[in-house]
């Protein structure tokens, strides 16, 4: 049949009054006619949905908007629609796929209508309450699952913590972030971003000196001499970037224990349990790279912006020593508070930042150990690998 768009635009506008005159019959009958003359025109088949919609005739409705988006299926509109429609007769889990193709459509487009815009609005509301509810359920199912053999021990936290994460993936609830390492990266290594705490028992005996270790840092702060400096201290002469902003600035200070694998004494004299307590710690021991233990202070409102670290080959410790409420951090999909004297392990190459809503500065204790998972002959690999890429070239 040959295209007759003259036909079909004198049909468009009569439908178009009709659908402003509310007269649902008349739009159906004068869109049906505009698609017979032009029918590969996606525009005309959304107009004949909404002539459908103002019939109730979900059907039509639904067959229309089909036929607009087997002619393009990026047609924003026609998505639009079709989510509402869906949402509307009650057919969730398509209503929640078509809702979320409809927000990858839109997300970068600036421009749109507002009425449009509180339509989407809407639709990202109903859409999070689906994906709350899935969530939700999907949890409660999966949370009380047992071994198969009831011999075997309950899952553990790092089976539980994988758990809980694929149900958040699967449901697009959480994102995965891969290691980013800026300087060794060791291959295929597990990128999760806290480990498991039963990899470091070593952890108790920190946990019970931080009382001590407190108390030896106020004794630190409030002694005579700089014992604090800026962490972030960039080079002159680097471009603007997300260090910038705390660059030589008081936001985030340190006091090093350790630096690099090497002491600071004068710091180590002033806090001789803490001293003590970091020679019987299996920290990571490098020459000219490790260990370092640092005390850390945020100060009242301040952040650290989402970052990654150096190196996989090695796990970060925090110990909770002065924390006001509502200090954190997240680590890739994974946000934790810190407390008083309670120590955590993650892995700095994973996308993480920090954060201090308080009205007083956050102090904790940083250390940095050997990635559990690698085992005695990979750390002497590594250790011989710099040792060696620092000495073999004059």
Same mark, same amino acid.
């Given at each position: 049949?040959?295209?007759?768009?003259?036909?079909?635009?004198?049909?468009?506008?009569?439908?178009?009054?009709?659908?402003?005159?509310?007269?649902?019959?008349?739009?159906?009958?004068?869109?049906?006619?505009?698609?017979?003359?032009?029918?590969?025109?996606?525009?005309?088949?959304?107009?004949?949905?909404?002539?459908?919609?103002?019939?109730?005739?979900?059907?039509?409705?639904?067959?229309?908007?089909?036929?607009?988006?087997?002619?393009?299926?990026?047609?924003?509109?026609?998505?639009?629609?079709?989510?509402?429609?869906?949402?509307?007769?009650?057919?969730?889990?398509?209503?929640?796929?078509?809702?979320?193709?409809?927000?990858?459509?839109?997300?970068?487009?600036?421009?749109?209508?507002?009425?449009?815009?509180?339509?989407?609005?809407?639709?990202?509301?109903?859409?999070?309450?689906?994906?709350?509810?899935?969530?939700?359920?999907?949890?409660?199912?999966?949370?009380?699952?047992?071994?198969?053999?009831?011999?075997?021990?309950?899952?553990?936290?790092?089976?539980?913590?994988?758990?809980?994460?694929?149900?958040?993936?699967?449901?697009?609830?959480?994102?995965?972030?891969?290691?980013?390492?800026? /300087?060794?990266?060791?291959?295929?290594?597990?990128?999760?971003?806290?480990?498991?705490?039963?990899?470091?028992?070593?952890?108790?005996?920190?946990?019970?000196?931080?009382?001590?270790?407190?108390?030896?840092?106020?004794?630190?702060?409030? /002694?005579?001499?700089?014992?604090?400096?800026?962490?972030?201290?960039?080079?002159?002469?680097?471009?603007?970037?997300?260090?910038?902003?705390?660059?030589?600035?008081?936001?985030?200070?340190?006091?090093?224990?350790?630096?690099? /694998?090497?002491?600071?004494?004068?710091?180590?004299?002033?806090?001789?349990?803490?001293?003590?307590?970091?020679?019987?710690?299996?920290?990571?021991?490098?020459? /000219?790279?490790?260990?370092?233990?640092?005390?850390?202070?945020?100060?009242?409102?301040?952040?650290?912006?989402?970052?990654?670290?150096?190196?996989?080959?090695?796990?970060?410790?925090?110990?909770?020593?002065?924390?006001?409420?509502?200090?954190?951090?997240?680590?890739?999909?994974?946000?934790?508070?810190?407390?008083?004297?309670?120590?955590?392990?993650?892995?700095?190459?994973?996308?993480?930042?920090?954060?201090?809503?308080?009205?007083?500065?956050?102090?904790?204790?940083?250390?940095?150990?050997?990635?559990?998972?690698?085992?005695?002959?990979?750390?002497?690999?590594?250790?011989?690998?710099?040792?060696?890429?620092?000495?073999?070239?004059?």
């Amino acid at each position: 049949m040959a295209v007759d768009i003259a036909r079909a635009q004198q049909a468009n506008v009569r439908g178009l009054h009709a659908i402003r005159a509310n007269d649902g019959a008349a739009a159906v009958a004068a869109f049906a006619e505009a698609v017979a003359a032009d029918p590969d025109s996606a525009a005309l088949w959304v107009n004949l949905a909404h002539g459908h919609r103002l019939l109730a005739d979900a059907a039509g409705e639904r067959a229309a908007l089909e036929r607009a988006l087997s002619i393009d299926r990026t047609d924003v509109i026609a998505q639009l629609r079709m989510a509402q429609l869906l949402q509307r007769i009650g057919e969730e889990r398509a209503a929640l796929a078509a809702w979320e193709l409809v927000l990858h459509l839109t997300r970068s487009v600036n421009d749109l209508p507002a009425a449009m815009v509180a339509e989407i609005a809407q639709g990202e509301s109903y859409a999070a309450s689906l994906r709350e509810r899935l969530v939700r359920a999907v949890k409660d199912a999966t949370q009380a699952l047992a071994p198969a053999d009831p011999a075997a021990p309950p899952p553990d936290e790092t089976t539980a913590r994988r758990i809980r994460a694929f149900v958040e993936v699967a449901v697009g609830d959480r994102r995965i972030y891969p290691n980013v390492c800026s /300087g060794l990266h060791y291959p295929f290594l597990p990128a999760d971003e806290f480990f498991d705490r039963r990899h470091f028992p070593w952890l108790d005996a920190l946990e019970a000196a931080a009382p001590v270790v407190r108390a030896e840092l106020d004794a630190l702060l409030a /002694g005579p001499g700089p014992s604090l400096r800026p962490y972030v201290q960039m080079e002159k002469g680097l471009p603007r970037n997300l260090w910038s902003d705390l660059d030589h600035s008081p936001v985030w200070n340190a006091c090093f224990l350790w630096e690099y /694998g090497r002491p600071n004494e004068a710091v180590l004299a002033r806090c001789p349990e803490t001293a003590a307590l970091l020679r019987d710690l299996p920290l990571l021991a490098i020459p /000219g790279r490790g260990p370092n233990a640092f005390f850390s202070i945020l100060a009242p409102g301040g952040k650290i912006p989402p970052h990654t670290g150096v190196t996989n080959t090695r796990t970060i410790i925090h110990l909770g020593l002065d924390v006001p409420d509502g200090c954190g951090m997240r680590v890739g999909g994974e946000t934790r508070d810190w407390h008083d004297g309670a120590a955590f392990a993650f892995d700095d190459t994973i996308e993480h930042e920090v954060w201090n809503p308080s009205d007083r500065p956050r102090a904790i204790l940083i250390l940095d150990c050997w990635n559990p998972h690698l085992d005695a002959t990979e750390r002497a690999a590594v250790a011989r690998y710099l040792e060696t890429s620092e000495t073999v070239l004059a």
